[in-house]
């Protein structure tokens, strides 16, 4: 382990996979929305919270994004 290089910063496909983290967090967030119907209120409160955590998530991964497509438009010339 001692002789591993360390990975290259390789931000090329950053915007791809965190706009693909977008999307699934904002699936999760759909489905969570068809369980509250069978959820007990405790679990509804729990799938509530979660779900705050995810739009906050949302918030963050969306202002990367708007990072990385700045950083990549910077790079190109």
Known sequence: MANQKPNPDNRADNV?????????????????????AYATEEEQHNIEDKNK?????????????KEESAHSRHQQY
């Open 53 to 65: 955590r995810r739009n906050e998530s949302l918030r963050a991964m969306r202002q990367e994004i």
């Open 16 to 36: 791809d996979r965190l706009q693909e983290k977008v999307q699934n967090t904002i699936e999760n967030i759909e489905a969570s929305h068809d369980a509250l």
